[in-house]
């Protein structure tokens, strides 16, 4: 199965720390992703995976959904989202990205796209 979870406890950790205090794009977010049902299929929080900490990932689609802020705009951040993207992928696992922005004031259209992107629908 692609992308098992990482059982690092230093990630574990991590990651338990990360749900404990969650940005307002990551809140709403959550909130779209447990009450919708998209196509059935469960996301989690803060996944530890490859070495890296998933916003949300719904394994049984291998799907991770991830919510940037301000701090994925510069060349670095966006050259790690690049290479991180790679080993995920490498891993069977599929990145779809979203910014803080587009979650807050666009919320119908993200869970719109991640629904697309669970059901294989094309875009319109």
């Not at 919708?36 to 689609?61: E, K, T, W």
Request: charged share 30%.
């Amino acid at each position: 199965m692609p992308g098992k979870r990482d059982h690092n406890p230093q990630l574990i950790a991590f990651a338990r720390r990360l749900r404990n205090s969650p940005t307002d794009a990551e809140l709403k977010l959550w909130a779209l992703l447990r009450r919708c049902n998209l196509c059935g299929y469960r996301f989690r929080r803060q996944v530890p995976v490859a070495g890296y900490i998933l916003d949300f990932y719904c394994m049984s689609a291998a799907l991770a959904v991830e919510a940037d802020g301000g701090q994925h705009n510069n060349e670095t951040a966006r050259e790690y989202d690049r290479r991180r993207t790679g080993v995920l992928l490498n891993k069977g696992i599929r990145v779809i990205r979203f910014s803080d922005f587009d979650i807050l004031k666009n919320p119908d259209a993200v869970v719109e796209t991640i629904y697309r992107e669970l059901s294989g629908e094309p875009p319109p």
